[in-house]
């Protein structure tokens, strides 16, 4: 996938990539979606965040909302590299630069995030 074409990865802090997502993200991957992601990010544009997929659209709360399926945990600046394909995902997942609790449902999900 070429990152390039993904027009959120010129934001320059988590909290503003997280919260604008259900603008950005094609409505079509949203189809027969039910899932909420919580993403702790720690830094100055990081913050705790749901994300939750369920009939059709995309809600982000700027609090952990619900139960989630899968956490994610990172400091901003590994995340947003992560974001921008200047860091390998398995290689921040090994070294624990990020920590992912179900790797299943990221993997079923990761190009909502712009993570594929």
Same mark, same amino acid.
């Given at each position: 996938m070429d990152l390039s074409k993904i027009p959120k990865l010129t934001i320059h802090?988590?909290?503003d990539f997280i919260t604008t997502l259900p603008e950005?993200?094609? /409505? @079509?991957?949203?189809?027969?979606? @039910?899932?909420? !992601?919580?993403f702790d990010i720690e830094g100055d544009g990081g913050g705790q965040f749901s994300i939750i997929v369920? @009939?059709?659209?995309?809600?982000? !709360?700027?609090?952990?909302?619900?139960?989630?399926?899968?956490?994610?945990?990172?400091k901003e600046k590994h995340f947003l590299s992560?974001?921008?394909?200047?860091?390998? /995902?398995?290689?921040?997942?090994f070294t624990g630069k990020l920590k992912i609790t179900n790797t299943g449902e990221i993997m079923k999900y990761a190009?909502? !995030?712009g993570m594929m």
């Open positions: 802090n988590a909290k950005t993200v094609n /409505p @079509d991957w949203l189809k027969d979606v @039910d899932t909420n !992601f919580h369920k @009939d059709n659209k995309m809600e982000v !709360f700027e609090h952990f909302e619900g139960e989630a399926k899968c956490k994610i945990t990172a992560l974001l921008r394909g200047e860091l390998n /995902p398995m290689m921040a997942v190009k909502l !995030f």
